[in-house]
């Protein structure tokens, strides 16, 4: 089970840090993913973090400007969004896929997906 958090209302150049916990899988084993959807539009990817530990992924439109990271310790996946804009405004998913690969970018990639936390970026 994924479980996200931190969603929320925010205005254009601010910040806000996702969280997804996750639950009933060995969490050091799954490459990590954020993806995102807008209203009437494909779920698209963000960002991974492999189950190495040792490399991380961005789409274009969030690299230097979104962070992920992970605590295995604390089964916990994070992503820190900095400089929001109003088109990241979308429902912000996590997904896991066992010893995926880093570029995994794909939807059918992941086969386990959190409920979706909501972020609004106002102008």
């Known amino acids: 089970q994924l479980v996200e958090s931190g969603g929320g209302l925010v205005q254009a150049g601010g910040s806000l840090r996702l969280s997804c916990a996750a639950s009933g899988l060995i969490f050091s084993t799954y490459t990590m993913a954020w993806f995102r959807q807008s209203p009437g539009k494909e779920r698209l990817f963000v960002a991974t973090s492999r189950w190495s530990l040792d490399s991380t992924y961005y789409a274009d439109s969030v690299k230097g400007r979104f962070t992920i990271s992970r605590d295995n310790a604390k089964n916990t996946v994070y992503l820190e969004m900095n400089s929001l804009k109003p088109e990241d405004t979308a429902v912000y998913y996590c997904?896991?896929?066992?010893?995926?690969?880093?570029?995994?970018?794909?939807?059918?990639?992941?086969?386990?997906w959190g409920q979706g936390t909501q972020v609004t970026v106002s102008s």
């Open positions: 997904a896991a896929a066992q010893w995926g690969p880093v570029t995994a970018t794909e939807v059918t990639d992941y086969n386990y």
